[in-house]
């Protein structure tokens, strides 16, 4: 389980580095085995690139010596490659795990040209997000041809007429996660999704489904499973809670 972590804001509209931490906190307490930020759940073209490197830095920190891997997200505003390789060398230099990016526009030639681009900026493994309409074919090359590609969120057309194709085409050396909410989690696991990444509240009791789910508790699953669908079916309450279970402030915005 990788959740996409929020990007808390103060009162005075400052990126909250404590509450950021809280979530990697919150994370390894948990059993979570990664969490990746910024990403589109946690609003990352809105941030500045101060805050970005801030914010890795805070959450690479909060990580240390803990179980939670760090992913940084790359991915830049315009196409602009050189912000993207400057943000995935400032991950590698502070210690993250591994770097993910959605795609930039453009063709299939232009996509692949970018993720080589990043995937030889770092050693790190790279996450590759699909988002549009990113073929199998692509995906598939993409493995193929950068040595660091080692995951792909995939959330282009119906990821779940997708995931066999793209396990079997790399021998199951890629893994394939679940991302759009992860709302369709029982199926995601049947069809053989191997990682799954919903947001950080509920993190723990996701994570908490896919080991029973592994452990061949269907039943016991799809109930831990029930629960989180019905908690979020709540008003407000992906953001109450973040506070009721500490990870943020009464005031966060």
């Known amino acids: ?71 940084i997200g790359v991915q830049t505003k315009g ?34 040209a970018y993720y080589k681009a990043i995937g030889a900026a770092t050693d790190l493994p790279l996450f590759v997000q699909t988002s549009g309409n990113e073929s199998v074919d692509l995906v598939v090359q993409l493995f193929n041809e950068i040595p660091t590609v080692s995951v792909v969120k995939d959330e282009a057309g119906d990821p779940l007429q997708r995931v066999g194709e793209l396990l079997s085409r790399t021998n199951g050396k890629l893994a394939v996660f679940a991302g759009k909410g992860v709302r369709q989690m029982m199926d995601e696991m049947r069809l053989g999704f191997t990682g799954f990444a919903p947001t950080v509240g509920m993190a723990d009791l996701f994570q908490q489904a896919w080991e029973l789910y592994k452990a061949g508790k269907i039943r016991e699953s799809y109930d831990m499973f029930g629960r989180i669908q019905a908690f979020s079916t709540i008003v407000a309450a992906d953001s109450y809670v973040m506070v009721a279970r500490g990870i943020f402030k009464e005031d966060t915005k």
């Open 79 to 112: 196409n602009d490659l050189a912000g993207a390789v400057a943000f995935a060398k400032h991950a590698a230099q502070h210690g993250a795990n591994a770097i993910c990016s959605l795609p930039p526009e453009g063709d299939d030639a232009a996509i692949v």
């Open 1 to 71: 389980l990788f959740p996409i972590a929020s990007s808390p804001f103060t009162q005075d509209d400052k990126l909250d580095l404590e509450c950021l931490g809280n979530e990697v906190k919150f994370c390894n307490r948990g059993g979570v085995p990664g969490l990746i930020w910024p990403q589109i759940a946690s609003g990352w073209s809105t941030l500045t690139t101060a805050e970005r490197f801030a914010g890795a830095e805070a959450m690479i920190a909060a990580g240390k010596g803990g179980k939670t891997a760090i992913v």
